[in-house]
């Protein structure tokens, strides 16, 4: 019996071994400080009907599956499960906004639609194949978040995928250490349009981004196949296109489809403008009328510190601690300075894996904060310490706990942002 044979009459995997449902498939990866061939035995014990696993002396018994190699084997597993199924797949990806505009894609296109989507943050090698192996025959539609801090990334999991449509939200400085460049970042993402421009059926693109522009032009996308969305007034009677009406904190917008739809979102940050409008044109061009899209939008709740309002007994806050990079940090910062607030302050965490880069983005960063006359500032993390500033500088959260448990912050709105490494999200009981 072949792997896929095995896979339909046991269609849960796990990688873990310390979660093993019963009647489970157990692939065990390699990483660099484990080797999950040695909890083969362990995930059989605990529920899971075979093991898949590349290292034959944790062959225990003929419920071990001896591969080549495991994660070679968990990604083919998975695009022939997806060429099996009848869902459309959605291939998103972008240095920023990638994971609100798949959640807000999500919640347009579940007006209407079965639709599986990536769950928290998996999208890389590993976590695109899991997420393929959920769909169901029921599946209508599925959106496919797809991460990158290397060049081939995107094409690697554009492979395995085989996404029949493609959206990059946007590209930035992000993952400056991996990528080389900008021009490596732009390039690394473009591996969709090329993707889609051999074998899929159509993108969703910006208008607005020339950046989005040239590398569709560059990847051979035929315009016919670009379905356009604009922050502002648009030419272009079938591109949708859409304002910000209010932004207190709160984003609100009008939205242009045909028709008119106004809509009040949950998300913070006018920054979110584009992403919003993504989903909106993801949602007509699938068939939805403006009113399931308004529906689904409305509805969306931000979660996991991602554009999210916090109210605490003393302050408003503005968490947006998931992740940070120079794009992100400045859209956020910019954003902020326009709110309006009697008493405003900024917690921001360094921005990491910016290689060689990263003393002169936080530098700018810095100038920036000067520049919008932000006064109450807390820097955090170790990038921060070798930049010229006057603003009060903390090497860890722990620090900066300490005094704000001696000097409380009371009746502000505070912008807390900072990469997941810096982990911001242990500040909220202080303040």
Known sequence: MDLYDLFLQHPVVTTDSRSCPEGSLFFALKGDKFNANAFAADALAKGCSYAVIDDARYATDDRCIVVADVLKALQELATLHRKSMPAKIIGITGSNGKTTTKELIAAVLKQRFDVLYTQG?????IGVPLTLLQLRPHHQLAIIEMGANHPGEIQLLSSIARPDFGIITNVGKAHLEGFGSFEGVKQTKAELYRYIAGEGLAIFINRSNAHLAEMAGKAGIDPEKQIGYTLGVSDDPACVSGEITANDPLLKMKCHTGDEVVIQTNLI????????????????????SGNEIKQGLEAYQPTNNRSQLT?????QLV???????????????????????????????DMLELGNDS?????????????KNLTRVYLVGNEFQSVETDYPRYATVEALQEVLS?????????????SRGIQLEKIIPFV
């Open 269 to 288: 940050g006018a920054y979110n403008a584009e992403n919003v409008l993504a989903a909106v044109a993801i949602g007509q061009f699938f068939g939805l």
């Open 359 to 371: 003393r002169a983005e936080h530098q700018t960063l810095v100038n920036l904060l000067k520049e």
């Open 311 to 315: 109210i605490t007994a003393h302050n």
């Open 406 to 418: 001696a000097h409380p912050v009371r009746n502000c709105l505070i912008l807390i942002k900072g």
């Open 319 to 349: 968490v947006d601690a998931y992740n940070a990079n120079p794009s992100s940090m400045q859209a956020a910062i910019q954003n902020f300075s326009m709110l309006e607030a009697s008493c405003k302050t900024l917690i921001l965490g």
């Open 121 to 125: 943050n998996l999208n890389n090698h």
